[in-house]
């Protein structure tokens, strides 16, 4: 390829030709290096975060900590000459209708022409790399091991129990969770709840749109699923990738206190005794 030939940055059939680069050592940026002017493919991945309300302090971190180590890994790939490599986008969706948000989010990873897309909720707490971890799988959807933000706080990972009504005579369906799920490795299933899942666009082209809204009884990720399984796509956890799930801050009242302490007013008279300090003062 001739110096100038290609304008930098531009792509074709997936691949993107990269030509003035900056001097690794700090050089003169805008000195050519023709050593690595070199054909690398592209693999486009959007990253989009899913804004339920007030972002928790925690989640906040968290979510600047992943996009620094991605940052730090394009720009790894990017020196090292490797191909294929992984280009992320960033956006937020503000605080409307979920579904609507991943509607949109969709849309926008498509219109970026990106490879895939991988949505997280505001209120999850996720390794650094593990976007890359369910990129490794390669699979039409995967999601990452998260579990119910209220108790009991069974898993999200749901099997399908399908059957026909006699009397009705209709087809019905029941979502059931896989309590014992397998641990720490990956497994095909039939629905998975989105905290963090990563998805082919091919698949969103496949499925076509609304992919989200309507009015279904299960939500809008339970829905995604039946539905991608319906076009042939498959659905996948890893359970070695493990999220943290931020549950409601924690009101600490005396009957709190009494349940943890495991003691009741009976058993602390016997151990403790009676406060009896300032009682001859009344």
């Known amino acids: 390829m001739q110096k100038n030939e290609t304008p930098q940055n531009s792509s074709q059939d997936g691949v993107r030709f990269l030509g003035a680069l900056p001097q690794p050592d700090g050089g003169n940026p805008d000195q050519r290096l023709p050593e690595l002017v070199l054909e690398q493919k592209i ?42 490599r992984f280009v992320f986008n960033y956006f937020s969706a503000g605080e409307i209708f979920v579904p609507y948000a991943r509607e949109m989010l969709c ?33 039409d959807l995967v ?5 119910t933000r209220n108790p ?26 896989v ?59 890893d359970t070695t990738a493990k999220l943290g799930h931020l549950s409601h801050p924690l009101v600490v009242t005396e009957e709190y206190s009494d349940t943890f302490n495991k003691l009741t007013r009976e058993e602390k008279e016997k151990f403790y005794g009676s406060f009896m300090k300032y009682e001859e003062k009344k």
């Open 152 to 177: 009991p706080h069974y898993p999200v990972i749901y099997q399908t129990i399908e059957g026909f009504d006699p009397v009705m005579k209709v087809k019905y369906g029941k979502n059931v969770t």
């Open 43 to 84: 693999t486009r991945v959007t990253v989009g975060v899913c804004l339920k309300g007030h972002t928790p302090p925690e989640s906040y971190h968290d979510r600047m900590m992943m996009m620094m180590a991605l940052g730090r890994r394009e720009s790894e790939q990017f020196y090292r000459k490797e191909s294929p």
């Open 179 to 237: 309590r014992n799920y397998p641990r720490d490795t990956l497994v095909e299933c039939d629905a998975v709840g989105f905290g963090a899942v990563l998805i082919k666009c091919s698949l969103l082209k496949k499925m076509g749109k609304p992919w989200f809204m309507g009015c279904p009884g299960a939500g809008e990720d339970i829905t995604f699923c039946y539905n991608a399984k319906a076009v042939g796509g498959r659905i996948f956890m």
């Open 143 to 147: 999601a990452a091991l998260a579990f």
């Open 107 to 139: 849309q926008t990873a498509l219109d970026y022409e990106s490879d895939y897309i991988f949505m997280i909720d505001d209120d999850m707490m996720a390794p650094p790399d593990l976007i890359y971890k369910l990129l490794a799988h390669e699979k």
